[in-house]
């Protein structure tokens, strides 16, 4: 079993670009979540999907987006980057209810 | 609504001494709480969770955590610390009806010294 993978690993663009970040959820697992972790400070809940659509948001602006596909892997959109959106992306899979596991994460550069 | 304090954004212990990292919440219901470790440029691996049962949680890597409903804590202990314990600690909660949804502290960074 692959553990939950990400790509890319490191990512470089420039303000007002578009990004996507790409998730496979551990084997079995439907629910993928995502977070953004900012240099030295904890993960920050950006949204959850589950059945192909979102199942929970945080407190981020619509610029960031996702979507889930029938074989439960997920991308992450950011339109419009900005500076503050450098930070490392995690993305987590689980079954509903059950514990999430943390892929490595993808770095993402804003310059 | 919840959140997470963890107190000490960074811990020093030798080797062989116990480990003692804090944390305290704040929740409008009965929480989930969690403890995760991260290595350097590694995601996140669950130690321990606490979702209603005992209170005392017996974790990975021998950690555990207690429970405190009464000072609203949930502080993460290891008797003796190893070189391999040394990373970045973080404390999160979730309401129970927002599986998934978690919200972290800031972290603690352990350093541990021979």
């Known amino acids: 079993d692959a553990g939950v993978t990400q790509s890319p690993t490191h990512l470089i663009k420039t303000r007002g670009q578009q990004v996507t970040l790409r998730c496979s959820p551990k084997?079995?697992?439907?629910?993928v979540s995502w977070y953004q972790q900012a240099l030295g400070q904890g993960p920050q809940f950006i949204f959850q999907?589950?059945?192909?659509?979102?199942?929970q948001r945080g407190n981020f602006p619509d610029r960031f987006s996702g979507h889930q596909f029938p074989n439960y892997s997920s991308e992450l959109n950011v339109n419009a980057l900005l500076l503050g959106d450098s930070a490392l992306y995690l993305c987590?899979?689980?079954?509903?209810?059950?514990?999430?596991?943390f892929g490595p994460g993808t770095r993402l550069t804003v310059l | 609504a919840q959140s997470v304090t963890q107190l000490g954004s960074h811990v020093s212990v030798s080797e062989g001494a116990l480990v003692l990292l804090r944390c305290n919440y704040s929740?409008?219901?009965?929480?989930?709480l969690f403890w995760y470790v991260q290595y350097p440029n590694q995601g996140l691996q669950l130690l321990l969770k606490?979702?209603?049962?005992?209170?005392l949680v017996k974790g990975i890597n021998g950690f555990e955590a207690e429970f405190k409903k009464s000072e609203t804590s949930f502080h993460l202990t290891k008797p003796s610390a190893h070189m391999r314990d040394a990373a970045e600690y973080f404390c999160?909660?979730?309401?129970?009806?927002?599986?998934?949804?978690?919200?972290f502290g800031a972290g603690t960074q352990v350093v541990v010294t021979p």
């Open positions: 987590a899979s689980s079954q509903q209810g059950t514990e999430q596991f």
């Open positions: 084997s079995g697992h439907d629910t």
């Open positions: 999907y589950y059945e192909e659509e979102e199942r």
């Open positions: 929740s409008s219901v009965p929480p989930y």
């Open positions: 606490y979702t209603s049962a005992a209170t």
């Open positions: 999160a909660v979730s309401a129970p009806d927002s599986w998934g949804k978690l919200q």
